[in-house]
C-alpha cells in the first residue's frame, strides 16, 4: 500500500535546512570583518544583528534534529509494515549517516551534524524497540542530563567572566591557571574573535584533521544528549498524530508550551541577561521553540492545505535535504573564502552581509533542487546514499 506523503514533513525539511544555513552564514565571512579599519557597527546593525540571533540562532538546528527523530520513526513504522525486524538493516543507514558526516567535517564544514545524528540515532533506534513506558523514561533522563551539563557549561562561562573581570584580562592570567581553566570549561581565550577563512582549500582540510576534536567535533556529546530527548520527542509526536487533522489539540497544546512559555524564555534571557544561558538557550529554549514551529507548520497543512510557490519551493529542497545541506556549506566555501571567489573580502554592509550571503545561497539551492526533481526522483546525494545502502544491505542479507 503507496502512503500519503506528508506535505509539512518535505515543508519542514527545507525550512530546517536553509535556516542552519542562515544561523551559520557568518562563519562564511570572517574576511568581511577580518581588517582594523571596519567601523564599529551602527544602532541598525546592532538591532538587526540581534533580532537575527533571535530568529536563527539554535531554532533551525533543533529543528532538524527533531525531524530527524521523525524519519526515524517513519522508518520504524515502514519496516513494521514490511513485517521486518527492527532495527533489521536501520545500522548501515546510521554508518552511513556517520560517514557521510566525517566526510562533509573533513573537506567542507567543521560544523557538521550528521555524525552526531547517525550516532545518535543508532542509540535511539534501539530504544524504539522498547515499550513507550521505556521510551519516556529515557527520554526523561537525556533531557535531564542534558539540562545539567548546559547550565554547567554557563556557570563555567559566568566564572570565567567575573574571574578575567578581576584579573583584567583572560592573556594576563598566569599560563598554567589559564591552561587549567580551558581545560576545566573548554574554553578558549580568543574563541569569539572573528578570524578569516583559510588561504587554500587544503589548508581547510589539513586544520580540521589537526582539530578533529577541539574543533567543531567537540559539539558532538551536546548534539547527543539534544538528540536522545528530541528524537524520541519527534517520535512520540509522529505518532502521537501531530500531522494529522485529528491532531489538532496535540498541536494546539504544544504551540501554546512553545510560544506561550519557552520563547519568551528564550528571547527574554537573550536580550535582557546578556548571554549568560547561552548554551542554554542554544540547544534548549531554542529547541523548545523548534517544537512550537513543528506543530505550527503541521496545524497549517493538517487540512489538506496545497503548498503553494513558497511550500513548493521548500518542499524541493526538503526532498534533497541531504544535498542541500552538505552543498549549501560547499557553495558558501566557494563564494566567499579566500580559495574560492574571496567575496567576503568585498562584502562591507555589516550584519547585510549574512542576509545577502544566506540569501544568495539560498536562491541557488531552491533552484537547484526545484530543476534536479523536475529529471529525478532522488538529490545526487541521496541518490548515491541510496546507491550504497542497498548494496550494504544486500551483503547483509547474503551473509544470513
Known amino acids: 500500500m503507496q502512503l500519503r506523503r506528508i506535505v509539512a514533513l518535505d515543508v519542514l525539511r527545507g525550512m530546517a535546512i536553509l535556516g542552519t544555513f542562515a544561523t551559520n552564514a557568518g562563519i562564511f565571512l570572517g574576511a568581511a570583518y577580518a581588517d582594523d579599519g571596519v567601523e564599529a ?4 546593525n546592532s538591532f538587526v544583528a540581534a533580532a537575527l540571533g533571535l530568529v536563527t540562532d539554535g531554532k533551525w ?3 532538524l ?3 530527524f527523530g521523525i524519519g526515524l520513526e517513519i522508518q520504524r513504522q515502514s519496516a513494521i509494515r514490511k513485517g521486518e525486524r527492527w532495527l533489521g538493516t536501520y545500522p548501515w543507514r546510521a554508518a552511513l549517516l556517520v560517514l557521510d558526516g566525517l566526510l562533509n567535517y573533513l573537506f567542507i564544514f567543521e560544523y557538521d551534524v550528521l555524525m552526531g545524528y547517525g550516532l545518535t540515532g543508532l542509540v535511539v533506534a534501539v530504544v524504539l524497540v522498547t515499550s513507550p513506558r521505556v521510551q519516556k523514561w529515557v527520554m526523561g533522563i537525556a533531557v535531564a542530563v542534558h539540562v545539567g551539563v548546559l547550565l554547567y557549561m554557563d556557570f563555567g562561562f559566568m566564572f570565567l567572566d567575573q574571574y578575567a573581570a578581576e584579573a583584567g584580562d583572560y592573556a594576563e592570567l598566569p599560563e598554567e591557571e589559564l591552561a587549567r581553566l580551558e581545560a576545566e570549561w573548554g574554553m578558549g581565550q580568543d574563541w569569539m574573535v572573528p578570524t578569516e577563512g583559510p588561504a587554500t582549500y587544503w589548508d581547510g582540510v589539513s586544520m580540521r584533521w589537526h582539530t578533529f576534536w577541539d574543533g567543531g567535533r567537540a559539539e558532538i556529546p551536546i548534539m547527543f544528549m539534544m538528540g536522545m530527548g528530541l528524537f524520541l520527542v519527534g517520535a512520540y509526536l509522529y505518532r502521537a498524530g501531530i500531522f494529522e487533522e485529528s491532531g489538532r489539540k496535540l498541536r494546539r497544546w504544544v504551540m501554546i508550551l512553545s510560544f506561550g512559555v519557552a520563547l519568551p524564555i528564550d528571547w527574554g534571557t537573550r536580550l535582557f541577561a ?3 544561558l547561552a548554551s542554554t538557550n542554544r540547544y534548549l529554549t531554542s529547541a523548545c521553540v523548534s517544537i512550537g514551529l513543528l506543530a505550527l507548520v503541521a496545524h497549517f497543512y493538517a487540512s489538506g492545505r496545497q503548498t503553494g510557490v513558497v511550500g513548493k519551493m521548500l518542499t524541493n529542497v526538503g526532498r534533497m535535504a ?3 545541506y552538505i552543498g549549501q556549506n560547499l557553495i558558501a566555501s566557494v563564494l566567499f573564502y579566500e580559495w574560492g571567489f574571496n567575496l567576503a573580502r568585498h562584502m562591507r554592509f555589516g550584519v547585510w552581509n549574512e542576509f545577502i550571503a544566506f540569501g544568495f545561497v539560498w536562491v541557488i539551492l531552491i533552484a537547484f533542487s526545484t530543476l534536479w526533481l523536475r529529471f ?6 541521496e541518490w548515491l546514499w541510496h546507491w550504497m545502502y542497498v548494496r550494504l544491505s544486500s551483503l547483509t542479507a547474503g551473509r544470513r
Open 41 to 44: 557597527p551602527s544602532a541598525v
Open 322 to 324: 541531504l544535498t542541500c
Open 61 to 63: 538546528i533543533g529543528l
Open 274 to 276: 546578556n548571554g549568560m
Open 376 to 381: 529525478f526522483k532522488r538529490g545526487p546525494v
Open 65 to 67: 534534529t527533531i525531524m
